[in-house]
């Protein structure tokens, strides 16, 4: 009975392991924008931002390690604002990643803007570096997007998407 036990608590934790595992995404571009670029990182043209934002704060590298264990999660929620209602994320692989930090009703979270990852060349050529500089789309639709994560929860809320044009 006792090896049935120990046997049962090492496959939970096994599996436990390989469920974690799955959630984890590490982007090939995930950058923590400066906190002083908040306001322009929420100032999308096109698309819906979170309510009630009333500071910015500094992302750790620790934070964004607890994004990175669970980005995956991104696939279980649905837009439920402007622009494409009911749409997913598809191929979160295909994005590069622009991080702040937004203080809603005294709550940390880390506001996410996506884009594809095929344009940090182009936006290099023109001069542009998404690594300093938030990138603010218009229109674009499902190429461009934006998600809240709750640290704490390790969720994902407020996925919008561009409007289309």
């Not at 390989?18 to 929420?42: C, H, R, W």
């Not at 690594?131 to 640290?151: E, H, N, Q, R, S």
């Amino acid at each position: 009975m006792k090896q049935v036990t120990v046997l049962m608590s090492i496959f939970l934790l096994c599996s436990r392991k390989a469920e974690s595992q799955n959630l984890i995404f590490k982007p090939s571009f995930g950058v923590a924008l400066d906190t002083s670029y908040g306001s322009t990182m929420l100032d999308q043209c096109s698309r819906s931002i979170p309510e009630n934002i009333n500071g910015f704060w500094t992302i750790s590298l620790s934070e964004i390690a607890i994004l990175e264990d669970n980005f995956k999660k991104i696939d279980t929620i649905t837009a439920k604002e402007c622009c494409f209602i009911n749409a997913k994320v598809d191929r979160i692989e295909r994005y590069a990643f622009q991080y702040i930090g937004v203080i809603i009703k005294g709550k940390r979270f880390i506001y996410i803007n996506a884009f594809p990852l095929d344009e940090i060349k182009s936006l290099k050529e023109r001069g542009y570096d998404p690594t300093k500089y938030p990138l603010v789309a218009c229109d674009g639709g499902d190429y461009f997007w934006g998600v809240l994560f709750d640290i704490e929860a390790k969720q994902f809320s407020f996925l919008a998407f561009n409007g289309g044009a």
